[in-house]
Protein backbone atom coordinates (compact mmCIF):
# COMPACT_ATOMS: atom_id res chain seq x y z
CA UNK A 1 0.00 0.00 0.00
CA UNK A 2 0.71 3.51 -0.27
CA UNK A 3 3.24 5.67 2.33
CA UNK A 4 2.29 8.01 4.58
CA UNK A 5 -1.20 10.34 5.00
CA UNK A 6 -1.09 13.81 4.41
CA UNK A 7 -2.39 14.63 8.02
CA UNK A 8 -1.65 12.58 11.20
CA UNK A 9 -4.79 9.60 11.94
CA UNK A 10 -7.20 10.83 14.57
CA UNK A 11 -7.81 7.59 16.89
CA UNK A 12 -11.13 7.51 19.08
CA UNK A 13 -9.68 8.54 21.82
CA UNK A 14 -7.68 11.95 20.25
CA UNK A 15 -11.22 12.86 18.96
CA UNK A 16 -13.26 15.59 20.21
CA UNK A 17 -16.93 14.69 20.84
CA UNK A 18 -18.57 15.77 17.47
CA UNK A 19 -15.68 13.36 15.82
CA UNK A 20 -16.58 10.89 18.26
CA UNK A 21 -20.45 11.31 17.74
CA UNK A 22 -19.89 10.21 13.89
CA UNK A 23 -17.55 7.55 14.91
CA UNK A 24 -19.93 6.09 17.17
CA UNK A 25 -22.43 5.99 14.10
CA UNK A 26 -20.08 4.76 11.41
CA UNK A 27 -19.65 1.65 14.22
CA UNK A 28 -23.54 1.22 14.73
CA UNK A 29 -24.12 1.51 11.08
CA UNK A 30 -21.52 -1.04 10.51
CA UNK A 31 -21.42 -3.61 13.18
CA UNK A 32 -18.09 -3.17 14.27
CA UNK A 33 -15.44 -1.77 16.90
CA UNK A 34 -13.40 -0.30 14.80
CA UNK A 35 -12.76 3.12 12.92
CA UNK A 36 -10.57 2.87 9.34
CA UNK A 37 -8.80 5.04 8.33
CA UNK A 38 -10.23 7.31 5.84
CA UNK A 39 -12.54 8.29 8.66
CA UNK A 40 -9.86 9.23 10.69
CA UNK A 41 -8.33 11.50 7.82
CA UNK A 42 -11.76 13.34 7.39
CA UNK A 43 -11.83 14.01 11.27
CA UNK A 44 -9.50 16.86 10.90
CA UNK A 45 -12.53 18.64 9.25
CA UNK A 46 -15.69 17.54 11.78
CA UNK A 47 -18.15 18.98 9.14
CA UNK A 48 -16.97 17.37 6.63
CA UNK A 49 -16.40 13.98 7.82
CA UNK A 50 -20.28 14.51 9.04
CA UNK A 51 -20.99 15.39 5.72
CA UNK A 52 -19.74 12.69 3.61
CA UNK A 53 -20.67 9.64 6.36
CA UNK A 54 -24.11 11.05 5.73
CA UNK A 55 -24.04 10.53 2.22
CA UNK A 56 -22.34 7.49 2.17
CA UNK A 57 -24.37 6.36 4.55
CA UNK A 58 -27.61 7.02 2.46
CA UNK A 59 -26.12 6.27 -0.94
CA UNK A 60 -24.70 2.98 0.10
CA UNK A 61 -28.32 2.02 1.55
CA UNK A 62 -30.51 -0.89 0.06
CA UNK A 63 -32.26 1.21 -2.58
CA UNK A 64 -32.95 0.34 -6.41
CA UNK A 65 -29.77 -1.18 -6.24
CA UNK A 66 -28.70 -3.91 -3.76
CA UNK A 67 -25.54 -3.26 -1.37
CA UNK A 68 -23.14 -5.98 -3.40
CA UNK A 69 -24.18 -4.30 -6.79
CA UNK A 70 -23.38 -1.01 -5.02
CA UNK A 71 -19.91 -2.20 -3.80
CA UNK A 72 -19.26 -3.57 -7.47
CA UNK A 73 -19.96 -0.27 -8.82
CA UNK A 74 -17.86 1.54 -6.29
CA UNK A 75 -15.12 -1.11 -6.97
CA UNK A 76 -15.22 -0.22 -11.01
CA UNK A 77 -15.00 3.75 -10.09
CA UNK A 78 -12.81 3.35 -7.76
CA UNK A 79 -10.16 0.84 -9.94
CA UNK A 80 -10.48 3.35 -13.15
CA UNK A 81 -10.09 6.17 -10.87
CA UNK A 82 -6.42 4.86 -9.76
CA UNK A 83 -7.94 5.25 -5.78
CA UNK A 84 -5.63 2.36 -4.49
CA UNK A 85 -7.52 2.73 -1.22
CA UNK A 86 -11.01 3.12 -1.99
CA UNK A 87 -10.40 -0.39 -4.26
CA UNK A 88 -9.33 -2.55 -1.31
CA UNK A 89 -11.86 -1.00 0.94
CA UNK A 90 -14.73 -1.55 -1.10
CA UNK A 91 -13.06 -4.97 -2.64
CA UNK A 92 -13.14 -6.05 1.02
CA UNK A 93 -16.88 -4.81 1.52
CA UNK A 94 -17.71 -6.62 -1.59
CA UNK A 95 -16.78 -9.87 -0.32
CA UNK A 96 -18.38 -9.67 3.21
CA UNK A 97 -21.57 -9.18 1.20
CA UNK A 98 -20.76 -12.40 -0.78
CA UNK A 99 -18.35 -11.29 -3.91
CA UNK A 100 -16.92 -14.18 -5.50
CA UNK A 101 -13.41 -14.06 -7.37
CA UNK A 102 -14.84 -14.87 -10.61
CA UNK A 103 -16.91 -11.51 -9.97
CA UNK A 104 -14.23 -9.25 -9.11
CA UNK A 105 -12.32 -10.54 -11.71
CA UNK A 106 -15.14 -10.18 -14.35
CA UNK A 107 -16.01 -7.01 -13.08
CA UNK A 108 -12.90 -5.72 -13.68
CA UNK A 109 -12.61 -7.15 -17.07
CA UNK A 110 -15.84 -4.69 -17.99
CA UNK A 111 -13.95 -1.63 -16.27
CA UNK A 112 -11.24 -2.79 -18.99
CA UNK A 113 -12.87 -2.83 -21.65
CA UNK A 114 -15.33 0.02 -20.63
CA UNK A 115 -12.05 2.12 -20.42
CA UNK A 116 -10.90 1.32 -23.63
CA UNK A 117 -13.63 1.53 -25.48
CA UNK A 118 -14.54 4.87 -24.02
CA UNK A 119 -11.18 5.92 -24.93
CA UNK A 120 -11.68 4.82 -28.68
CA UNK A 121 -14.63 6.81 -28.47
CA UNK A 122 -13.52 9.80 -27.32
CA UNK A 123 -10.86 9.93 -29.47
CA UNK A 124 -12.78 8.79 -32.58
CA UNK A 125 -15.68 10.67 -31.77
CA UNK A 126 -18.31 9.00 -33.86
CA UNK A 127 -21.94 10.34 -33.37
CA UNK A 128 -24.13 9.02 -31.26
CA UNK A 129 -26.98 6.98 -33.04
CA UNK A 130 -30.39 8.24 -32.97
CA UNK A 131 -31.73 5.22 -31.47
CA UNK A 132 -29.55 5.44 -28.44
CA UNK A 133 -30.97 8.91 -28.00
CA UNK A 134 -33.75 9.40 -25.70
CA UNK A 135 -37.15 9.85 -27.00
CA UNK A 136 -40.76 11.16 -25.58
Same mark, same amino acid.
Given at each position: ??? +?? !???? @? &????? $?? &? ?29 ? !? +?????? @? ?12 ? /?? !??? @? ?20 ? +? $? ?11 ? %? ?12 ? /????? %?????? &?
Amino acid at each position: MSG +KS !LLPL @I &EYEMA $GE &EVRAVYDDIMATRNTDWINNFWKVLAHDPAL !L +KRTWDS @IKQVMAPGALDPLT /KE !LVY @IAVSASNGCEYCTYSHTASARA +K $GMTDAQLMELLAV %VGMANETNRLVNGL /KPPVD %VQFEPH &E
